[in-house]
């Protein structure tokens, strides 16, 4: 049970997909090396009308539920004055070549839903991703709580092309108006 939308190019699948789930004060964590952070040439920012990219230091393109955890104290909800926190996003494959296995992904998806945070995964090299772990994309993705997933046709064999899939439809509903 999927919602699927085709998009041009990855800066657009990421940047749209970030908007769909974050206000303009709201904040997306992610690794302070990841692809939304260093390479989308501010798009992110400026589809979601401002939002804050919470950069997380950790070793090799990953961070942890310990500094997740700790990132999220920084911001804590209700305060007026501190960006609230919207979403989680995690780059399978991360820039380093790294992978965030299973249990990563899952303990990861746990804290952001016991914090009402969406979970979205960049997945440029996704089927690098699958093969590597051995895994299927149900598996890497809404088995183990991924709310959305940003799969690269042009780093997957297609001349051009991205698709987002959100696996909570219902936050798809307004998707198509972006």
Known sequence: DVKVFLVATGTAANALALAAFTPPW???FCHEESHIADDECGAPEMYTAGAKLVGMRGEAGKFS???????LKRFP???IKAVQPSLVSLSQVTECGTLYTLDEI???SAVA??????VHMDG????NACASLKASPAELTWQVGVDALCFSG?????AFGEAILFFNR???????YR
């Open 154 to 158: 042009t780093k997957n064999g297609l």
């Open 26 to 28: 709201g904040a997306v």
């Open 113 to 118: 839903k016991r914090n009402e945070i969406a």
């Open 170 to 176: 219902e936050l798809a509903e307004d998707f198509s």
């Open 65 to 71: 539920t310990h500094d997740f955890e700790h990132a």
């Open 106 to 108: 899952k303990a990861l």
């Open 77 to 79: 909800r209700g305060v």
């Open 124 to 127: 440029a090299r996704f089927a």
